[in-house]
C-alpha cells in the first residue's frame, strides 16, 4: 500500500507512475467506447425514434465523453513531463517572495503538480490551469442532463401507462 500513496516522509512525491499509466490506457478505451455509442445514435433510424429523454442521455454522454478527453489530456502533459524537468518548471513560475522550493506533490483530482515552498504554500505546475474548471464544468452538465433524461424519462412512462 506504501508503494500506491508513496512515502508520507517523501516530499518530492509527485504522481504514482503505475497509476498514471492506467489511467492513460483505461480513459482513451472508455473515450472510444462512448465515441462509437455516440456515432451509432446518429444512424437514421434511431434518429428517427429520438425522444426528449434520449437526448438528455446522449447529451450526458457527450459530457462525459469530452471530460475524459480533457482529464486525458492533462494527464499527457504530467506523463510527457519527466521529473527533472517538473522541478525546473517549479523553480521557473515560482512567485516573487515564496520561500525555497522544498518539495512536489501530485494529485489525480483535482489534477494537478502542486509545487511546495518552505513557507508552507504551494503553486501548480505543469498541468494547463483550464483543465480542472472545465473538467467540473462538464460533469456538472453530463449529471444535470442525466437527470433531466430520467426524469424526462419517467414522465413518459407515467403517460404512456396512463393511455
Do not use: K
Not at 503505475?18 to 490506457?25: A, D, I, K, N, Q
Not at 527533472?84 to 494537478?112: K, M, T
Amino acid at each position: 500500500m506504501a508503494g500506491f500513496i508513496g512515502m508520507a516522509s517523501d516530499p518530492w512525491q509527485g504522481h504514482e507512475p503505475g497509476v498514471l499509466l492506467v489511467l492513460l490506457f483505461v480513459g482513451p478505451a472508455i473515450l472510444m467506447g462512448l465515441i462509437v455509442y455516440l456515432c451509432s445514435r446518429l444512424a437514421p433510424d434511431n434518429l428517427r425514434r429520438y425522444t426528449p429523454h434520449r437526448a438528455c442521455r446522449d447529451l450526458s454522454l457527450a459530457a462525459v465523453a469530452s471530460g475524459v478527453a480533457l482529464y486525458t489530456w492533462g494527464l499527457l502533459h504530467l506523463f510527457l513531463t519527466e521529473r527533472q524537468e517538473q522541478g525546473q518548471e517549479c523553480e521557473l513560475r515560482r512567485p516573487g517572495g515564496e520561500g525555497a522550493l522544498v518539495g512536489l506533490r501530485g494529485d489525480f483530482l483535482p489534477l494537478r503538480l502542486v509545487c511546495e515552498t518552505s513557507y508552507g504554500s504551494g503553486y501548480e505546475v505543469v498541468v494547463p490551469g483550464y483543465i480542472n474548471p472545465a473538467f467540473a464544468f462538464l460533469l456538472w452538465i453530463a449529471f444535470v442532463a442525466a437527470v433531466a433524461s430520467g426524469v424526462l424519462h419517467q414522465r413518459r412512462q407515467r403517460v404512456g401507462g396512463r393511455g
